[in-house]
């Protein structure tokens, strides 16, 4: 595991928006696995950056995010398929015929994870970017005595929904489900790249990267991958 702390949030970003830079350069047709939440956004506004100066294209790239929330439209401004449209997606040259997410609207939940899955298992990632939760969650696959290998629907924490409640108006919008690529899914991107900031997730840090590996902390899996970058800030990193 290679482990980078940065002195500031923008030399973070920079490096991360590098690194997906890099890869689209020499393999214009990479898969990329992306991720929502707080964490990601100045990353793609480096990447959009990087865009704007001609030194990226992703007219051949392919995207697969991690998760999505049930029962929310793309046109649902708090939909991770809102969040990539707005952040990413509409900054660059993507078809967005090459961009993936669970569909929140799908009728038949069970239907969905299979489709989803059959994408993901014909389309392994180069690189998965994850951000962190606060309980160790990575994409939306919580603590808990098991953990699934493929996507599924989960119901989510009141930690979680509690920690998210600030992109909604009330806490009742927040959707109790979600879709999530599962575990199996994520460690079979060649190269993870995992994001964390901030001195609330100092401790998670710690125990996901240095602790024992347990479904309690579904971010200590990670620790079996060969090859995890964990880019951090300083705050984040200070207990490590
Ligand atoms: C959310 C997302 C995760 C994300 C995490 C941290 O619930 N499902 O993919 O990594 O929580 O979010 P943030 O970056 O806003 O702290």
Known sequence: MEIKIFETSEQLDSYAAELFTQLLNEKPNAVLGLATGSTPIGIYDKIVENFNHNKVSFSGATTYNLDEYVGLTPENDQSYAYYMNRHLFSRID?????????????????????????????????????????????????????????????????????????????????????YTMGVGSILKANTILLVVRGSDKARIVKEALTGPITTQVPASLLQTHPRVIVLLDREAGRML
Request: aromatic share 4%.
């Open 94 to 178: 993507i078809p967005s015929s090459q961009t993936h997410l669970p569909n929140g609207m799908a009728e038949n939940p069970e239907e969905e994870c299979t489709r989803y899955d059959a994408l993901l298992n014909a389309h392994p990632a180069d690189i998965q970017l994850l951000g962190l939760g606060h309980n160790g969650h990575i994409g939306f696959n919580e603590p808990d005595g098991e953990l699934s290998a493929g996507t599924h629907v989960v119901k989510l924490k009141e930690e979680t929904r509690e920690a998210n409640a600030r992109f909604f108006a009330s806490m009742d919008e927040v959707p109790k489900e979600a």
